[in-house]
């Protein structure tokens, strides 16, 4: 394949050109209650080019490889075009050559795996859901996708990588009289098959709390401090602050390059946050991105003060700032963005129970139900329960969270010493050929207190 | 031999679906045009039915090896299924193409946003403006062994601009967006439209937390339309999860309200004559004047309410619009009716609101239930006047309660996209009598 690719940009008259194929093997297998709504084992596959003249740039996608040298050709010259109505030329930081392969290893490799015994592993799960009288309607999803992605640029980077990932999500849909609330089941995220298995405890867990949910009230609105879980921090960290750091966003908007310069004080001073795809088997890890960058840890926040931001070689160069390695692209086809990988706060020294203590009128949240990011952010709770007095009380329902970033970042007034790893996130991002939905994606926090939160919810 | 006449040999029934796309987008960041972008592919779905049970796969063309092996191979492990492929052949009538959009270059592209920037630079000097812009086209086909072949063309551009306030640590701005089958057109009321828009952004102004009456704008009708499409789903009818499960002749909104699905209205950006499992689409009447009058269903799920497809199979999720999403009964084209009054007269009659240009988190509400809780975007209403743009504004509440006691709905409509958290359609401006607002 590397040779087919070093084909396709062979002589093109560009400054630089790269050219990504993926060649990808993925299993989905949907139930729907019992029903079998989706079994399915396919293989797509996919190119992307992306070409640089004199300050201009232009990428296409395609499907067929022997298709690859064409559509070289015609990016080159549309790259031409854009240099022609370009006012701010764009280049690229430097990079180190690579020319290396990266396979992937697994101990438990979920290729090796049956349908059958996927399927029967999946319906075990949708089973026990079901046996709870007042589910109505599952949904269980599993997953797997294991894609060889090969990449050759002019510079002469040329790299073999793998990646590999599996996961199971189940969404339970339970009714009490005319309440009907939903419930999450979400394990695996990396190529680990033995993560799905043994995880009766967790979804007996998740059943639980939907059955209280649906006793549940609704929450009240108003601004109130809040306890995050690990899920609810991961989500706000990385829909408000992560998407916030892509530096693409840095470059069309240059009021929030000012706001978040390095040294900047943005957040209380407890607050450390990293972006890190090293960290060994989780959504967000991977070797290499997809514009053949070997992958790095990047600090964001230390100390409350902004250290860094994610970038591509691109806005890397237009910022005079290192590279992160973080241009990755999700599937066959696409090319690559500015995306998060493993993005982490670290532990602090507060217990759960001295946070709690500190809260006479506020919710503990239990995030999980999905965000939408951003300097102004807003997520959902799967549930959420009252404090008063410093105790936990009732649980209630339909808590939406939301906020502005900087102003929630200065209200950090506690963090949490012990941390989880999220198993399964998903984020998509826009880009020219629609949103970019990935699961190779993690987020980990441990538990924070938020001094003021805007909670969304009934008069 | 084509892959459906090899499958009649060995499956009982086949359906194979394919798109062909080819799109120029180019993007203008902070004034400059930083790229310029192609897409070419294609991309096909194989469902087999054996034994009566559903199996699929995917690739990038019908003559990828192992399709039908691979689908065949899934469907030895599926239950029972409870429908057949289509079968009866759809008039394609490609109601969504125009030759001289699928014709337009790069270079069209750039002169249409060249126009713009220009205009905006002279009307506002120093001013940052964002843009895409996009021209895509392409052909859906779609077979079964049971005698559908069907084949449609389409186009569509867009063009969005945008044009931050100038408010340090602000990822928002006035925003405007052109959907149509047909070339771009620029007017100048819609420049004017957006600069008068980047005018209200000058500065911040918080209305108080408590219930003020909303103006949706077209672009956040999917307030209404997305909650409806959880809700209207044959599939959540079914299995009695969606709060509309019963209510079909009973007034569920305000009588103001009259939404159409037609996937063929003239002006819609995604219009199409059939759906994604081979069904003619129907133009009808869902909502009439309040009134619940029907649902929304695919092959399975009109099965399960024991009644014909309405031709509303969509293949694509929440947020993605991938190959192997699973088809599932959708909005093809939400045509909300227009109301009498200008939507500047619907500003003008406000002593205190919000008009709401951008929502976000919606996909977090409890959908089935018509329950949301969003953070909007928009800008602050005093007495008839628009006073400074959103902050930290939320908005929720039920659409059944709030969609009940609408002010006014307006004469002008403009088209939504196919998108996340989006429905395609038409929809104008709405005036909530009241929703529940939470400023921080």
Known sequence: MKDKLRAAL??????????????ERKTNITLSGKDVEQMATFSPRGGHVRAYVNGGKAIASFSRIEDARD????????????????????GLADAPVIQKDFPVVSGNDPRGISLAEKHRLLAHYSEIALSVPEVLMTQFMYSDSFSHRTFVSTEGTAVGYDHLISHILGVIVGRRGDAVRRGFFAVGGSGDYGRLLDREELLRQSLNELDELLGAQPVKAGIFPVVLDPYGAGIFIHEAFGHTSEADHALQYPM?????ARGNEIASPILNVFDDPTIPDRGGSYPIDDEGVVSRRTPLITDGRVSGRLHSRETAAALNEPITGNCRASDAGFGPLIRMSNTVIEPGPHSLDEMIASIDDGFYVAGGAGGQGGVDFTFGARWARRIRNGKLEEMVSDANLSGNLFTTLKGISMVGDSQLMFEYCDCGKGSFDGVQMTTRICAGAPHIKIDAVTVGGVS | MDLIQQAKLSVDQAELFTIHRKSTYIRFSNGSLDLVAHRNN???????????????????????????????????????????????????????YNKLTAALSAEDLVEVCSAVKSRVAQAAPGAHVNMVCQAESGRRVLETSEGVAAEEEYSRTELGVEVPFPSPGTMIGAAARIISNDPIAITDEWIDSLLEMRSWGEQASAPSSGRLPAILTPYTSSLLTLSLAACLSGSAVCKGVSALADKVGEQV????????????????????????????????????????????TDLSSAVDLGQPSTGNALRRTMFSEKIEDVPTASWLGAIIEPGETSWRDLIAGIDEGILVT????????????????????GFHIREGKVVGYLEKTMMSGNIFEDFQNIRAISSERDPTAQEPIAVAGLAPYILLDSVQLTVG
């Open chain 1, 10 to 23: 062979l002589n093109l008259d560009v400054d630089y050109a790269d050219i990504r194929f993926d060649d």
């Open chain 1, 71 to 90: 559509v070289a050709e015609q990016t080159a010259k549309a790259a031409r075009i854009a240099a022609a109505h370009c006012t701010e030329p764009i």
């Open chain 1, 256 to 260: 929030i390059r000012e706001v978040l």
């Open chain 2, 42 to 96: 294609s991309a096909c779905a194989l469902r087999v039915l054996k034994n009566g049970k559903l199996g699929a796969s995917y690739g990038e063309s019908s003559s990828q090896e192992g399709l039908l092996d691979d689908a065949t191979a899934a469907a030895a492990f599926g239950l029972a299924t409870n429908f057949g492929f289509a079968t009866d052949l759809p008039t394609p009538t490609s109601p969504g």
């Open chain 2, 253 to 296: 909104l305000s009588s103001q309200l009259t939404i159409r699905e037609d996937a063929m209205y003239e002006g819609h950006p995604h219009a199409r004559s059939f759906d994604d499992e081979g069904v003619a689409c129907q133009p009808r009447v869902l909502i009439e004047k309040g009134t619940l009058r029907g649902f929304l």
């Open chain 2, 358 to 377: 951008r929502i976000s988190g919606l996909h977090s509400s409890n959908l089935l239930q018509g329950q949301f809780s969003v953070q909007a975007n």
